[in-house]
């Protein structure tokens, strides 16, 4: 089969940063479908993975968000079928998407909507996965619930920003209020539903209390690091904060005094770890799945790539890299 994979750490730009080869079609474990992939998109994690992660066994193909068809099952599947139509962010420790075919854990692979396109579809798992677990076990809010409070998301426009923005006022009673700086995103996020928008390139303090309110929730999904004093300035006391970037030196003592709880939100942790509780992804991507198919949820695709290639795939990484996706990239299989 066709893959995309990298041999060696480098810069995005160098014409053999990603190359194309052939490799076996991978062998099933026990609880493993075998998908023919549809299309992907691409996330901040592919992006950090190839620059950081040195290749064991070269090429290393990465790639976590995918669509595409159930091909064969493993010894021990129950949920899945030859010829289901499919979706799923995949696991940080194995092989990724960016091939014809993939072995995924049935346990992490929802039912793709119906209502969707293959590439559309793509854009949705990694990112569903992480806002529904930011918001309903990182943040501990219910559904239906969050009645007269409010969710500050910081980054509003990227993939997580934009899918948690509507599982927030679909599923919840929270006021949402996002942060995006550029009118093109300010544009974006009014389309995903926000209460109200903010600037963050202006102190995020400062824009609060000229609205007059102090969050209950903040969702800290870009520049971390950057926000955090006006985070903590900001939160209403006993509030909570989850986080997804990796801000390399913040005080969470400055919480103390307001009783914060802080968390992260890391989305590959259960498929890491084979927990117990791993079904719990297939369960929220079904679910994820029936609000799009309800109409309740829109796709988060806002870039049609093209077709999986080293080139287009280069390009969607260097597109990452420059900090102004809005929404998803999405790219069309082999």
């Given amino acids: 089969m066709k893959a995309i994979g990298y041999t060696k750490l480098g810069?995005?730009?160098?014409?053999?940063?990603?190359?194309?080869?052939e490799t076996n079609i991978p062998e099933l474990r026990p609880h493993d479908l075998l998908i023919e992939v549809k299309a992907i998109s691409v996330n901040p994690v592919d992006v950090k993975v190839r620059m950081r992660a040195t290749p064991e066994q070269n090429p290393k193909v990465i790639g976590y968000d995918a669509a595409g068809i159930v091909k064969e099952t493993g010894s021990a599947v129950s949920h899945f079928k030859k010829g289901d139509e499919v979706y799923y962010a995949g696991d940080i420790t194995r092989p990724g998407t960016n091939s014809e075919f993939h072995a995924v854990d049935e346990r992490i692979v929802?039912?793709?909507?119906?209502?969707?396109s293959f590439t559309d579809a793509a854009a949705l798992p990694l990112t569903s996965i992480t806002a529904w677990e930011l918001l309903f076990e990182s943040l501990g809010v219910?559904?239906?619930?969050?009645?007269?409070?409010?969710?500050?998301?910081?980054?509003?426009?990227?993939?997580?920003?934009?899918?948690?923005?509507?599982?927030?006022?679909?599923?919840?009673?929270?006021?949402?209020?996002?942060?995006?700086?550029?009118?093109?995103?300010?544009?974006?996020?009014?389309?995903?539903?926000?209460?109200?928008?903010?600037?963050?390139?202006?102190?995020?303090?400062?824009?609060?209390?000229?609205?007059?309110?102090?969050p209950h929730y903040v969702a800290s999904l870009t520049a971390t690091e950057q926000h955090f004093p006006a985070i903590i300035d900001l939160i209403a006391p006993r509030g909570k904060i989850a986080l997804i970037d990796d801000p390399q030196s913040i005080d969470i003592k400055l919480g103390k005094p307001k009783a914060l709880s802080f968390s992260w939100e890391f989305m590959f942790t259960r498929?890491?770890?084979?927990?117990?509780d791993m079904i719990k992804q297939q369960e929220l991507l079904n679910r994820v799945s029936a609000l799009i198919d309800s109409g309740d949820l829109i796709t988060t695709a806002n870039s049609h790539v093209g077709k999986i290639s080293a080139q287009t795939l280069r390009q969607a990484h260097i597109n990452q890299l420059g900090g102004k996706v809005i929404g998803k990239q999405v790219l069309e299989g082999f």
Wanted: no cysteine; aromatic share 4%; glycine share 12%.
């Fill in 11 to 21: 810069e995005i730009e160098a014409k053999d940063s990603l190359t194309e080869f």
């Fill in 110 to 116: 929802g039912k793709k909507p119906q209502s969707l």
């Fill in 142 to 214: 219910t559904e239906n619930g969050g009645q007269g409070e409010s969710l500050l998301i910081i980054g509003g426009a990227g993939g997580v920003g934009s899918i948690l923005i509507q599982l927030a006022k679909k599923l919840t009673a929270l006021n949402v209020i996002a942060t995006a700086s550029r009118p093109e995103t300010v544009d974006w996020v009014k389309k995903m539903g926000a209460d109200t928008i903010i600037d963050h390139g202006k102190p995020l303090n400062e824009s609060m209390t000229e609205l007059g309110i102090k």
């Fill in 271 to 276: 498929s890491m770890f084979e927990t117990e």
